[in-house]
């Protein structure tokens, strides 16, 4: 009986797991959504992860190129839980300003996402950057600290799906959560929107951009993209 108990016990150990519920990406044009409510700013905290050494994230890297699309997710569960356990102890004196986009951001914004790695393409000129705050109040958000600008997130939905563009972390703010702050805000005000599902598009050589949006509970689609320049 007692052999039976422990036997039991760990099958429902190794059983526990988490379910999350994301969506592939893909592209579409951004039309102007059902809803233009406006949404207010907010102020989030941010906090600093223990560091990893090389070793232990090379070994994390070469794990992850082995598991399947399940795991990888999972495991991406289990790293937000941890990282929300460490905030509780580890806060980050000072805060960042999280507020959407403002006539006049535009050089800012582009010299920040240049320093990022993103690349600068037509839409992301001032005029078009203007125009797509206008049409999703609320869902293109700058997080601000002392140093000027931490983070980017641009949300659009254009009444069928969701989208998210151009979400880049400042370097010495990167794996502290803020990225994945900024994502889950537009998630759920696309969510209170009635959005569906939410797409987005990486760049087949971005390696740590595809890590990041599976740690964040996205699955990589087998759809290809066509674009044509007008």
């Known amino acids: 009986m007692s052999r039976q108990f422990i036997s039991s016990a760990t099958r429902l150990r190794s059983s526990a797991g988490f379910s999350l519920s994301h969506s592939a990406f893909g592209t579409m044009p951004n039309i102007a959504p059902p809803s233009s409510r406006r949404?207010?700013?907010?102020?989030?905290?941010?906090?600093?992860?223990?560091?990893?050494?090389?070793?232990?994230?090379?070994?994390?890297?070469?794990?992850?190129?082995?598991?399947?699309?399940?795991?990888?997710?999972?495991?991406?569960?289990t790293r937000r839980g941890n990282a929300a356990k460490r905030a509780e102890t580890s806060a980050k004196n000072g805060e960042v300003d999280v507020?959407?986009?403002?006539?006049?951001?535009?050089?800012?914004?582009?010299a920040f996402w240049e320093a990022s790695g993103i690349r600068i393409r037509p839409g992301d000129d001032d005029r078009s950057l203007a125009a797509f705050a206008e049409r999703n109040p609320g869902l293109f958000l700058l997080a601000l600290d002392d140093q000027g600008l931490a983070a980017t997130a641009l949300g659009g939905w254009d009444g069928r799906r969701g989208w998210l563009y151009h979400v880049a972390v400042r370097a010495d703010e990167r794996r502290h959560g803020l990225g994945g702050r900024l994502?889950?805000?537009?998630?759920?005000?696309?969510?209170?929107?009635?959005?569906?599902?939410?797409?987005?598009?990486?760049?087949?050589?971005?390696?740590?951009?595809?890590?990041?949006?599976?740690?964040?509970?996205?699955t990589r689609a087998t759809t290809v993209e066509f674009e044509k320049e007008l």
């Not at 560091?51 to 070994?59: D, W």
């Not at 209170?192 to 990486?202: A, D, F, M, S, Y």
């Open 39 to 77: 949404m207010p700013s907010l102020k989030i905290s941010t906090w600093k992860r223990p560091t990893r050494t090389t070793r232990q994230y090379e070994r994390e890297s070469s794990d992850e190129q082995f598991i399947c699309e399940e795991r990888v997710m999972k495991s991406g569960a």
């Open 183 to 218: 994502v889950r805000t537009i998630e759920q005000r696309l969510r209170e929107r009635g959005c569906p599902k939410v797409n987005l598009i990486v760049w087949n050589d971005n390696a740590a951009a595809m890590e990041f949006w599976k740690a964040n509970g996205y």
């Open 99 to 110: 507020r959407e986009f403002r006539a006049g951001d535009g050089a800012a914004i582009r």
